[in-house]
């Protein structure tokens, strides 16, 4: 029994930690000033597909696991509506992570908050939207009809306040 277990537990680990995908190819940034998230669809904690809405002025951003429990602990701690009131999205990188990972801890854990988070589960597609940033930074995306007008970079929940709550 304890062979069976250990076989499986090895096996699990193999599998979690087998080798990434060459990255070297020419990666398209897509957090740029100018280019456009009217098209970007992305699954949310319960796997709906969401769209970027045309009222969104504000795309919040956590690639690190650090900056994404700093947004959802302080979003948690608003009504449910908050982000909306204040048209603005967030998107959570959880691409890095095992996907044995991801689907026993992570989504469980997102699918206790009342807020939309938007998810990045794919290495590849999280990887333009990571390149030329700070990925261990809180990213916001000003939007104007779908486009990016600026980008700031923040690593504060007060910032993050500031910043949504900004007319």
């Known amino acids: 029994m304890k062979k ?5 537990v090895a096996a699990l680990l193999l599998i979690g930690c087998s080798p990434k995908e060459n990255t070297d190819t020419k990666i398209e940034a ?27 002025t504000k795309i ?48 469980p854990g997102l699918k206790e908050f009342k807020h939309t988070v938007l998810i990045l589960e794919d290495e590849k597609t999280a990887l333009a ?11 916001v995306a000003y939007l104007d009809k779908g486009k990016i007008t600026q980008i700031k970079t923040i690593v504060s929940v007060d910032e993050l306040k ?5 007319k």
Do not use: R, W
């Open 4 to 8: 069976i277990i250990f076989t499986m």
């Open 30 to 56: 897509k957090i740029v000033i100018g280019s456009s998230l009217s098209d970007l669809t992305l699954n949310d904690q319960f796997e709906k597909e969401q769209n970027i809405k045309e009222s969104t």
């Open 60 to 107: 919040i951003f956590a690639f690190s696991k650090d900056m994404a429990h700093a947004c959802n602990d302080f979003f948690a701690t608003q009504k449910p509506s908050y982000l909306d009131e204040n048209y603005t999205q967030f998107v959570a990188d959880v691409s890095t992570a095992p996907s044995i990972i991801t689907n026993m801890f992570i989504m």
């Open 129 to 139: 939207f990571k390149a030329g940033i700070d990925a261990e930074k809180i990213i």
């Open 162 to 166: 500031n910043i949504i709550e900004a």
